[in-house]
């Protein structure tokens, strides 16, 4: 079975500026993983952001690392738990 992606935050106070800063958070953490910017993503990692964040359309960091080639970016994601089969939205 798929795993699903994890793409609202919980907690923060006030809930709109904690969304936000989640959304940020996210964007910049799948934003580097497509670039294949292995330190930004380890740093985020490092920070608490979860592995298995996806887009919208839900492509996650490996999803992107994988289809842009950033080899060193999905052995990194792998080693540190990210979901083999994790599913897109169809």
Do not use: Y
Request: hydrophobic letters at 30%; glycine letters at 10%; one cysteine or more.
């Amino acid at each position: 079975m798929a795993s699903s992606c994890s793409s609202s935050p919980e907690g923060g106070s006030p809930p709109h500026q904690g969304r936000v800063r989640q959304s940020d958070s996210n964007t910049s953490f799948l934003r580097a993983a497509r670039a294949g910017n292995v330190e930004k993503v380890l740093e985020l990692l490092k920070g608490g952001q979860d592995i298995s964040t996806c887009n919208q359309n839900g492509l996650n960091a490996l999803h992107l690392a994988a289809k842009e080639g950033h080899v060193e970016m999905v052995e990194e994601l792998l080693e540190r738990g990210a979901t083999v089969n994790s599913a897109t939205k169809v």
